[in-house]
């Protein structure tokens, strides 16, 4: 084909797309939504959920200390791979202390565990589809790079298990979990940056964590 007639042939289907009504171009564009990508549950999957287990990790319900290290607020919107809202969807985070330490009786590294960080949290996303945790700025342990864990259920019954990861974290370079994914857009999809966020709490962070289950 020549160099018109590819022209002709592109502005001919560039006119057809946008002459679609706004309700199936909005469908078409959704369908590109990629799924993000699972991973594996890890070996400290939390044994206890009795107690306090909200979406605040940082406050534990009869400690007098707050948790060690520094608050982030991670939140996004729980989505199908054609970009529907998903409420009702039941989110699960765990993560290790400021220390290093997971809230699991299997886990006995050398630092003290922090009493004051509740280590998991559940929290069920609204009628717009989002949810939201008060936890810390993952820390690393030995072997990984700083990263969340999280475990979603929608209400048809679709389970995702996958991780979160900070960009630009030097330990992401030689994390074997990460760099295991090889789509460059799966990968950005389980990373978000961890941006002050003063405007929601006095020196805290804030990240964006879309989960799209495919």
Not at 40 to 53: A, E, I, M, Q, R
Not at 121 to 137: I, K
Not at 196 to 209: Q, S, V
Request: hydrophobic share 40%; proline share 7%.
């Amino acid at each position: 084909m020549s160099s018109r007639r590819q022209t002709l042939a592109a502005f001919a289907a560039g006119a057809a797309a946008g002459a679609l009504p706004w309700p199936l171009r909005a469908a078409a564009a959704r369908s590109a939504l990629v799924p993000t990508v699972a991973q594996t549950t890890g070996p400290f999957y939390p044994v206890d959920w009795s107690g306090d287990v909200d979406d605040d990790l940082v406050v534990v319900h009869g400690e007098a200390a707050r948790a060690l290290g520094q608050v982030a607020h991670v939140r996004g919107r729980v989505l199908d791979r054609e970009g529907r809202l998903l409420p009702g969807a039941i989110v699960e985070i765990w993560q290790c202390d400021a220390n290093g330490r997971y809230r699991h009786p299997a886990d006995r590294g050398g630092a003290g565990r922090d009493a004051g960080f509740q280590g998991r949290g559940r929290t069920r996303a609204g009628d717009d589809g989002r949810y939201a945790f008060r936890t810390l700025r993952p820390a690393p342990y030995p072997g990984r790079t700083p990263h969340i864990h999280f475990a979603i259920w929608a209400p048809d019954g679709t389970q995702l298990v996958t991780q979160l990861y900070v960009a630009g974290d030097p330990g992401n370079e030689r994390d074997r979990l990460y760099n295991a994914i090889r789509d460059p857009r799966r990968r950005a999809g389980v990373t978000a940056r961890f941006e002050p966020a003063d405007r929601i709490e006095a020196g805290a962070l804030a990240a964006e964590f879309d989960i799209v289950l495919g």
